[in-house]
């Protein structure tokens, strides 16, 4: 994601060199976290119902986001590394004001693991609840991924 983004900031001429938004929707969303947390050079992170968030819930009892990376047998032990991929676990280093999107019907990126992202982040924040959406958009729309 940084390599992407220096190229983008370098070789795009469209950018003023100034504006840089971080502006993602599902896995999209966990990377512009994770970006945001990363380049401080970022003004402002949009983050719509984000994946990558709170790997490790089901130790605090809830659900993880998608992708539910320890549900995996194969994936059994590595809790702790997977610590280092999770958008909550940035979230605490995003400093620039965040807007992000939470369906409560979202299977996908469970609103547990949203909100894990979202209480960690330090600068200005608002989480818009989206109490009929599912992941995608629309009154309970669970198949958009």
């Not at 807007?99 to 693991?113: K, Q, R």
Request: proline share 4%.
């Amino acid at each position: 994601m940084m390599r992407v983004m220096d190229y983008a900031m370098k070789e795009i001429p469209e950018w003023d060199g100034k504006r840089l938004a971080a502006v993602g929707r599902s896995q999209g969303g966990g990377s512009a976290i994770i970006m945001s947390a990363l380049n401080q050079k970022i003004q402002c992170v949009s983050a719509d119902v984000p994946a990558l968030c709170d790997h490790n819930g089901r130790a605090a009892g809830r659900r993880p986001g998608w992708p539910q990376l320890l549900d995996n047998a194969k994936a059994k032990g590595f809790g702790n590394d997977a610590q280092y991929f999770d958008a909550a676990n940035f979230a605490e280093f995003v400093k620039c004001p965040a807007v992000v999107s939470v369906g409560f019907y979202d299977t996908m990126c469970e609103p547990a693991s949203v909100y894990a992202a979202f209480n960690n982040l330090k600068g200005e924040k608002k989480i818009i609840n989206c109490i009929t959406y599912g992941h995608g958009w629309g009154k309970y729309n669970t198949d958009l991924a």
